[in-house]
Antibody, heavy 121, light 110 residues
Framework: EVQLVESGGGLVQPGRSLRLSCAAS????????MHWVRQAPGKALEWVAG????????GYADSVKGRITVSRDNAKNSLYLQMNSLRTEDTALYYC??????????????WGQGTLVTVSS | QSALTQPASVSGSPGQSITISCTGT?????????VSWYQQHPDKAPKLMIY???NRPSGVSNRFSGSKSGNTASLTISGLQAEDEADYYCSSYTSSSTYVFGSGTKVTVL
């Protein structure tokens, strides 16, 4: 059974940093691209970042480019999201999602339950 | 990258068919066959319902179907059931090598 478990969310002040993690199990992690998608309270889904199977390719939404870095550790079956210079508009539930292909192209067939990030002073 | 445009709400009676539209541009929906649809029940993670415009993942009911014409993709739910009441989001790959989601549609079963 595919499982994606996010962690690392919490309350953080504007301008500070936070690192999210996603522990994957139930599939061959290094065969697939992985993504982060967020959802602000009561709002639509927003793709944040994606990374290919071997970290050779990454992509970022314009709203986070330059402030956020996606990475993965295939030996640990883990996905990460380093978020710097956080803004109040980054407040959202952050989902880890598995791509159906090895690249950053492809829809997301499994999702975690999300970790909540709240940016507030 | 602007969100894809979806109607805010669509409703239908049990057994009826409904269609949700998703309008983008030639840089996303119109330029690639990488349109997907997600169902999200309240306080739950999204679920992939359709990918690559019209493909259904294993386990998804054949009451769900997808299509595309030009810059507009559509999701049709036939034989509407109470459990289909949820939010639905379209998504597309873009020419910037990113993804964009739609604004979301709330489906109500009357």
């Amino acid at each position: 059974e595919v499982q994606l478990v996010e962690s690392g969310g919490g309350l953080v002040q504007p301008g500070r940093s936070l690192r999210l993690s996603c522990a994957a199990s139930g599939f061959t992690f290094d065969d697939y691209g992985m993504h982060w998608v967020r959802q602000a309270p009561g709002k639509a889904l927003e793709w944040v970042a994606g990374i290919s199977w071997n970290s050779g390719s990454t992509g970022y939404a314009d709203s986070v480019k330059g402030r956020i870095t996606v990475s993965r550790d295939n030996a640990k079956n883990s996905l990460y999201l380093q978020m710097n210079s956080l803004r109040t508009e980054d407040t959202a539930l952050y989902y880890c999602a598995k791509g159906i292909w090895s690249t950053t192209v492809g829809p997301f067939d499994y999702w975690g339950q999300g970790t909540l990030v709240t940016v507030s002073s | 990258q602007s969100a894809l445009t979806q109607p805010a709400s669509v409703s239908g009676s049990p057994g009826q068919s409904i269609t949700i539209s998703c309008t983008g541009t030639s840089s996303d929906v119109g330029g690639y066959n990488y349109v997907s649809w997600y169902q999200q029940h309240p306080d739950k993670a999204p679920k992939l319902m359709i990918y690559d415009v019209s493909n259904r993942p294993s386990g998804v009911s054949n009451r769900f179907s997808g299509s595309k014409s030009g810059n507009t993709a559509s999701l049709t739910i036939s034989g509407l059931q109470a459990e289909d009441e949820a939010d639905y989001y379209c998504s597309s790959y873009t020419s910037s090598s990113t993804y964009v989601f739609g604004s979301g549609t709330k489906v109500t079963v009357l």
